[in-house]
């Protein structure tokens, strides 16, 4: 048989980010602790070189490539893009606090061009081993990014518990990739959605196959009853770390979500359905509950997550291309959120002092007035509060619920989201109405401030002219 030559055009993009990757792991190696402002800079250049290379590549059909186990589509190109945004964003957010903790590393920034591979992969997989491959590579990366400050027993136990659930969370998830694999004789998702659409919808292997793949697809989200893996991370990594795991990777777990349940599995959705009813009814209960009792805002954000997981799954168990379009969109404007919400996490840190309790943000008016308000939109979007983004994902979502008939469903998902908002004005009501306990001025550069007002303006922004980002999302699922 003779071997033909892939098409390496469509995944120009990755091979661009690995060969830089490594070019930056070498460099780093002459670099001095002064110097290290290089490697900086080379990674906000390899992010800025693959976006360009992203958007040359965009084509009105889709591509396939290396044996039809790499696509390049709409919905890939526009995921990619963001991962870049916000992996940037991460960037210029941690590099002051890296370096007052001595923590300026090119590890720091190699580990995490890897892990934005693994992203990318995943974004465009079309198989079952590709998710697989690029799922590990994100996984590898975050796992040695958390451990990333040695001298922290925090940090070692952290990455720990998210190396040992994690491996468990894969060793499930490729079993239920071996079961598709055993009832369906293909690797290949677009072949194995075809032989499930013609075949009948109770064979056992399929189910068993289907619910495996569903457990390691919620573990790598966070969301219940595979959760207890969130809070201690996020809890334990350093800031910068917890900034970079609650955003981007998110991006691709609904990637992961929409190659295998939506593309592969779709033709046993009366199954999966049922699932993800009860997962989103859980996420959205105990992540909104067990947040009202949380002072490290680390944690209270961690349990954020697990709620806004609930409100993602919402989307995806509505089944239908608007369905999806919503569920997009959230992911979008959750992992904007995030990076806001942490970011200002590290705004307010300085050499000595972790920002991490609630209790930290009181009088934040008083001596940041622009901040503070940055942070009010920012919360404002998590509780879902009108005219910002937080308010319009959480409409479009309960929408497409309710457009199959699950109304109880979005009921419940609108109490849960008042609780929830609970715990998110409470830290307005720290800003603005109590006296600061520390009075010592905010100390930060001035690229992290046009980011940071960037990132609260973009979220009211899309809140008060969801219209772009939204058609964007719906014109990838018609």
Not at 394 to 404: E, G, N
């Amino acid at each position: 048989m003779d071997f033909i030559t892939p098409n390496f055009v469509p995944a120009l993009p990755e091979i661009f980010i690995l060969a830089m990757t490594c070019i930056i792991l070498v460099i780093d190696l002459f670099l001095t602790e002064s110097n290290r402002i290089i490697t900086y800079l080379l990674s906000q250049v390899t992010l800025l070189g693959a976006a360009i290379l992203t958007v040359s590549l965009i084509s009105a059909h889709p591509e396939l490539t290396f044996s039809d186990m790499f696509i390049n589509d709409s919905l890939g190109n526009i995921l990619k893009m963001f991962v870049y945004l916000i992996t940037a964003s991460v960037f210029v957010y941690s590099r002051e606090f890296l370096m007052v903790r001595q923590l300026f590393k090119g590890e720091f920034f190699a580990l995490s061009l890897f892990a934005v591979l693994g992203m990318m992969v995943m974004i465009s997989a079309h198989s079952l081993l590709t998710i697989y491959l690029g799922l590990e590579l994100l996984s590898l990366s975050l796992y040695a990014l958390v451990a990333l400050n040695r001298d922290s027993v925090e940090s070692s136990e952290a990455a720990m518990k998210y190396f040992i659930l994690g491996a468990i969370a894969s060793g499930i998830l490729l079993y239920g990739m071996s079961m598709l694999y055993g009832a369906t004789g293909s690797l290949d998702i677009g072949e194995v959605g075809a032989y499930i659409r013609s075949s009948s919808s109770d064979d056992i292997v399929l189910l068993f196959g289907l619910s495996f793949i569903i457990v390691g697809l919620v573990f790598k989200l966070g969301g219940v009853p595979f959760h207890m893996w969130v809070p201690d991370v996020y809890h334990g990594a350093p800031t910068a770390v917890t900034l970079f795991i609650g955003t981007a990777p998110k991006i691709a777990a609904f990637a992961m979500i929409i190659r295998l349940l939506v593309d592969g599995l779709e033709g046993l959705h009366v199954q999966w359905i049922d699932m993800l009813v009860i997962i989103a009814a859980l996420s959205m209960g105990i992540g909104n509950v067990i947040a009202i009792a949380q002072h490290n805002i680390k944690r209270m954000l961690a349990y954020s997550t697990i709620s806004h997981v609930g409100f993602l799954l919402l989307g995806i168990l509505a089944g239908t291309p608007d369905g999806y379009a919503a569920a997009m969109f959230y992911t979008l404007v959750y992992a904007l959120m995030s990076l806001g919400a942490f970011g200002m996490v590290i705004l307010l840190s300085r050499k000595g002092f972790e920002a991490d309790n609630i209790d930290d943000f009181k009088g934040l008016n008083e001596k940041s007035p622009w901040f503070a308000l940055m942070m009010l939109i920012i919360m404002f979007s998590m509780a879902g509060v009108p005219p910002t983004a937080g308010f319009y994902a959480k409409l479009s979502v309960l929408k497409a619920v309710i457009d199959i008939g699950l109304v109880w469903l979005a009921v419940l998902a609108v109490v849960f989201s008042v609780i929830g908002a609970f715990y998110y004005l409470r830290i307005i009501k720290f800003m603005y109405f109590d006296k600061a306990e520390d009075t010592v001025p905010l100390q930060t550069n001035f690229d992290m401030r046009v980011v940071m007002s960037a990132n609260g303006l973009a979220i009211l922004a899309m809140g008060i002219y969801p219209t772009s980002l939204m058609t964007l999302c719906a014109t990838v699922f018609t």
